[in-house]
Nanobody
Framework: EVHLEESGGGLVQPGGSLRLSCTTS????????MGWYRRTPENRCELISTISDDGTTDYANSVKGRFTISQNNAKNTVYLQLTNLKPEDTAVYYC??????????????????????WGQGTQVTVSS
């Protein structure tokens, strides 16, 4: 059974940092692309970062230069380092595994959540 579990979310002040982790099991980790989505209160899901099986990374403009995706194939884990956090980064963050991710963008969560495998999410709140 495929399983993804996020951790590392929390409450942080503007300008602060967090490191999200996503541990996985039940599939061949290094054969899949991995990505991070975030869901807004309006139930829109933004694909903010991806890392392909060859290590190529991509970022949405909204997080480029502030967030960094990485993975540890030996631990079947993908990470998202969040720095210089802003209040507008407040969202539930999900990791996902798929055979291939398209370009970063924003979609209705009810549509995009049907693609690939998703974790349950971790809340990130940026507030003073």
């Amino acid at each position: 059974e495929v399983h993804l579990e996020e951790s590392g979310g929390g409450l942080v002040q503007p300008g602060g940092s967090l490191r999200l982790s996503c541990t996985t099991s039940g599939f061949t980790f290094d054969a899949f692309d991995m990505g991070w989505y975030r869901r807004t209160p309006e139930n829109r899901c933004e694909l903010i970062s991806t890392i392909s099986d060859d290590g190529t990374t991509d970022y949405a403009n909204s997080v480029k230069g502030r967030f960094t995706i990485s993975q540890n194939n030996a631990k079947n884990t993908v990470y998202l380092q969040l720095t210089n956090l802003k209040p507008e980064d407040t969202a539930v963050y999900y990791c996902a595994a798929d055979s291939h991710f398209g370009a970063t963008g924003t979609w209705d969560c009810s549509v995009v959540s049907g693609f690939g495998h998703w974790g349950q999410g971790t809340q990130v709140t940026v507030s003073s």
